[in-house]
């Protein structure tokens, strides 16, 4: 794999850990502006807004920018929105540079989509992807924590800005090594806006985004109220809930490697083998959650096989959003991060039902069941196994 590669999964790195740290800094930051924990919660909230929003407003505005300058301007501003709120003393200013970041995070991830799909032949899309993804899982293993750890030592505001430096190395490496006309011969070819949103209306495309949001709703759903199934159900100290999270994110890594390398050329087969496994996973991690020696190897079971699954879904969205160049990676953003919004909102209605802490699990299942039973009669449609076929 190309070397800018890398140096894009680094800046996803970053962007990760700034959207996925705050289920850390929340009591200190509510703290520390006079707010409840409550209205410091609307952070994330405006932080997924923004980032569905963003993906396609921001790409279409931008679409005709040159990559290069594209990436590094949306990576830039994620670093000054970081810095800004590092420095923030009122919630609003705080609420307002959550918004700007996440915009950031979706146009940039929308345009590094694109541009790692065009680092690579197309038979290697998947795995492009998969090094791009790679940044996001191993914020969940290293970077969340990590500023967990920061933010209690030196205050909330340390990993903000920990956040932000993490950005000018990526932002040195994007200059450095994303070819400066690395789209050119595509200038002259693009075609209209309209054009691009008229990809839209094609069913192909709509099935995929759909499958791909309903499932990462489920990925989301189960992991955003993993806390009180380790602590509550498993009967597990509050440190181990950092050790699920750091398990959820090493299945994540694991999933979205292995997928990587499978989803180019045998898309049907990762659906086939991680859809089923991963519908069994769910209720099975409801059924044994009391027992934490099935607990922990569930938890990065179900991380590796969401990830295996979620990956080679947005892959397929790129293929087939492949007569939209410069919107391809903002509808797979849009497709992600709805059912990042989603998915909690549907988990967390079922906590004050019978199921308690178990319900999200619940809904994790019957999400992916969903996605499942709208796939099984469309499956070569999904996999692309007819091009496949003809290609052998």
Known sequence: MPLPLYLLALAVFAMGTSEFMLAGLLPDIALDLGVTVGTAG?????????MIVGAPLVAASARDWPRRPALLGFLLAFAAANAVGAASTSFA????????????NA?????ALTAAAALVPPDRKGRALAVLLSGTTLATIAGVPGGAVLG???????????????????????????????????????????????????????????????VNAGTFGGLTFLAPVVTDTAGLGELWVSVALVLFGCGSFVGVTVAGRLSDRHPGRVLA????LLLAGWPAFAVLAHRPAALLPLVFAQGAL????????????LHEAAGAPTMAGSYATAALNVGAAVGPVAAGATLGTQAGPLGPLCTAAVLVATALLIALPFLRTVTGARREEARL
Do not use: H, N
């Open 42 to 50: 609307s952070l994330t909230s405006a932080y997924a807004t923004g």
């Open 93 to 104: 200013l705080l609420f307002a540079t959550r918004v700007v970041a996440a915009l950031a």
């Open 107 to 111: 146009a940039f991830l929308a345009v």
């Open 152 to 214: 209690a030592e030196l205050g909330w505001q340390a990993t903000f800005w920990a956040v932000a430096a993490l950005c000018l190395p990526a932002s040195v490496g994007i200059l450095k090594g994303i070819p400066a006309g690395q789209d050119e011969g595509e200038a002259t070819g693009k075609p209209a806006l309209r054009t691009e949103l008229a990809q839209l209306t094609r069913p192909r495309l709509i099935l995929v985004m759909l499958l791909g949001a309903l």
């Open 273 to 276: 083998v991680a859809g089923p």
């Open 306 to 317: 969401s990830f295996a699954l979620g990956s080679t879904l947005i892959a397929r969205v």
